[in-house]
């Protein structure tokens, strides 16, 4: 019997080493995935479609999936970016739709219109988003606008069937909008047949990895550190450069791994693979939903004015410390690994079914 084969269409050039572990496992699976470029016929052909990072620039292959509604395979979207919240203001909403639209549709004065763009969302980031005011720099609510934009204008169009969200916050604010969904986080740090060598000289004792784009972040972690610091722990921060082996031989030097959300509505689950594979506990500031993860068990957490004494606790129990690494480790193998999230997504498109227009069912 022929094996079933998947289109695998990303918007961007840098994600090769995600794109082949999607083919290594869908392969392990029974399934054929395969690569294509932006607008390429040859993926009609297959028996579904995955549509993944910023897909507002896959220009081509919308356009190609709404030439074909009535004929086009399962369509399902991975949604691992950021979606925009469901409680930001309603005038937030309806003025970064028109700025992003009005950006998308100028042909003069370019860099006039970027400006003006950049000003408005710098507005929604100070007043329209809530609890979360300044907790962005406008480039950063700007891109995840116009990726929550063009995922609603795909079901709304109905060039996508379902969305696989990398975070329970996303997976609970898609299925808000009515959409079909399913939880495939993106594992790609994870690393099972690694065991963690405990018995290693861990001369790191705090490791913060990632951008300090934004205030929120910076200044949390700036005065955690340096209260740290003053207690005699070191403290190592690396916010660009450090990558493969190089970072791998931090993190087996570390014994924990601070997380610090960029978005706080939305969790990206890379720390918490990177560390529990290198034998690191997560601290981490209170999450919006830890969904499959089990705060106090998997991961310390506590708002960001109580994650001292997380940390010095698990400093001053080494025990306690590995523990935290074991169930980390125990719940990303039964709930989030990459077998988890491939099988989520072939049985998201099984199901899947375009509004009014029949399409070939995996």
Not at 167 to 190: C, H, M, Q, R
């Amino acid at each position: 019997m022929p094996r079933k084969k998947v289109a695998l269409v990303f918007s961007s050039s840098n994600t090769q080493f995600i794109m082949d572990r999607l083919v290594g496992e869908f392969d392990q699976q029974g399934f054929d995935a395969i690569e294509y470029t932006d607008g390429d016929p040859d993926l009609l052909d297959a028996d579904a479609i995955i549509l993944a990072a910023d897909i507002s620039k896959l220009t081509k292959t919308v356009r190609l999936l709404m030439q074909n509604a009535a004929s086009r395979p399962p369509t399902i979207a991975w949604a691992y970016e950021p979606v925009i919240p469901n409680d930001f203001a309603a005038w937030a909403n309806t003025w970064a739709s028109r700025a992003i639209a009005t950006a998308q549709a100028a042909k003069r004065h370019q860099k006039l219109m970027r400006r003006l763009t950049r000003l408005m969302f710098a507005s929604i980031s100070l007043f329209g988003t809530g609890p979360w005011g300044r907790s962005l720099t406008a480039k950063e609510l700007q891109f995840s606008y116009a990726y929550t934009l063009a995922l609603k204008s795909g079901l709304n169009q109905g060039w996508i069937d379902g969305v696989a969200c990398s975070t329970y916050e996303k997976k609970d604010t898609v299925a808000n909008w009515g959409a079909p969904t399913t939880f495939a986080p993106l594992s790609i740090d994870w690393k099972p047949e690694r065991e963690p060598a405990f018995e290693e000289k861990r001369d790191i004792d705090v490791l913060f990895l990632g951008r300090l784009s934004n205030w929120r972040r910076t200044t949390r972690l700036m005065r955690l550190s340096t209260k740290l610091r003053r207690a005699g722990y070191n403290v190592k921060i690396v916010t660009h450069g450090l990558r493969g082996k190089e970072r791998d031989a931090v993190l087996d030097r570390t014994r924990i791994v601070l997380h610090l959300t960029k978005y706080p509505w939305d969790t990206a689950w890379m720390r918490f693979y990177m560390a529990s594979t290198h034998g690191a506990a997560v601290v981490s500031e209170t999450l919006s939903n830890p969904s499959p993860m089990r705060p106090g068990q998997d991961f310390k957490t506590a708002d960001a004015r109580d994650l001292e004494a997380q940390i010095l606790g698990l400093l001053t129990d080494e025990a306690e410390r590995q523990l935290c690494v074991s169930n980390c480790r125990q719940t990303i193998d039964a709930k989030m690994s990459f077998r988890q999230s491939v099988a989520a997504m072939i049985a998201l498109a099984e199901q899947a079914k375009d509004k009014g227009k029949p399409c070939r069912q995996i």
